[in-house]
């Protein structure tokens, strides 16, 4: 079952069968929830990982709501109701050539990778890859500063503790 760890850090409970890698389109379910307003209705977001993270098991923990999923990578973003904690399961903040490097790097070391889906055009790793999620990561970043950050006091302890 899903739990959230005296760091407020999702325990990742799904081993994949295989690395899920590539850039993904994804949900938006709470438009105008305050981290995701600004988004477009459709958006991609790296993910590589072994694991997962149940969306239904997310959606049944009430402190939690889940933000932006994405048919083949699942959960993308979650969040604390009371907006005190943000979780990603994808990579937003990667440079364009961050997956070619994982997939270099695992391919070295004979792990045989897929290659990271919808990353090179036409799935081919000799054509330079494609950034479709620098603007969805710099709007993230900007609206977790504008209304997550800035309305944290400055003295931590004026917080309420997180149940």
């Given at each position: 079952?899903?739990?959230?760890?005296?760091?407020?850090?999702?325990?990742?409970?799904?081993?994949l069968?295989q690395?899920l890698?590539?850039?993904?389109?994804?949900?938006?379910?709470?438009?105008?929830?305050?981290?995701?307003?600004?988004?477009?209705?459709?958006?991609?977001?790296?993910?590589?990982?072994?694991t997962?993270?149940?969306?239904?098991?997310?959606?049944?923990?009430?402190?939690?709501?889940?933000?932006a999923?994405?048919?083949?990578a699942?959960?993308?973003?979650?969040?604390?109701?009371?907006?005190?904690?943000?979780?990603?399961?994808?990579?937003?903040?990667y440079?364009?050539?961050?997956?070619?490097?994982e997939?270099?790097?695992?391919?070295?070391?004979?792990?045989?990778?897929a290659?990271?889906?919808?990353?090179?055009?036409?799935?081919?790793?000799?054509?330079?890859p494609?950034?479709?999620?620098?603007?969805?990561?710099?709007?993230?970043?900007?609206?977790?500063v504008?209304?997550?950050?800035?309305?944290?006091?400055?003295?931590?302890?004026?917080l309420?503790?997180?149940?």
């Amino acid at each position: 079952s899903l739990t959230i760890n005296r760091l407020g850090t999702l325990s990742l409970n799904g081993l994949l069968p295989q690395k899920l890698s590539g850039v993904y389109s994804h949900q938006r379910l709470q438009p105008f929830h305050p981290l995701t307003r600004g988004l477009d209705d459709k958006f991609y977001i790296p993910h590589s990982r072994n694991t997962t993270v149940s969306v239904s098991e997310v959606n049944a923990v009430p402190a939690l709501e889940t933000l932006a999923i994405s048919h083949k990578a699942g959960l993308a973003i979650a969040a604390r109701k009371d907006g005190r904690q943000v979780f990603f399961t994808g990579h937003c903040e990667y440079d364009c050539d961050t997956l070619l490097k994982e997939y270099m790097r695992d391919q070295a070391r004979g792990l045989n990778p897929a290659i990271p889906e919808n990353y090179f055009p036409d799935d081919n790793p000799g054509l330079p890859p494609m950034m479709r999620w620098r603007s969805t990561g710099y709007l993230l970043f900007t609206n977790w500063v504008n209304f997550i950050y800035e309305g944290t006091p400055f003295e931590l302890s004026e917080l309420p503790p997180i149940v």
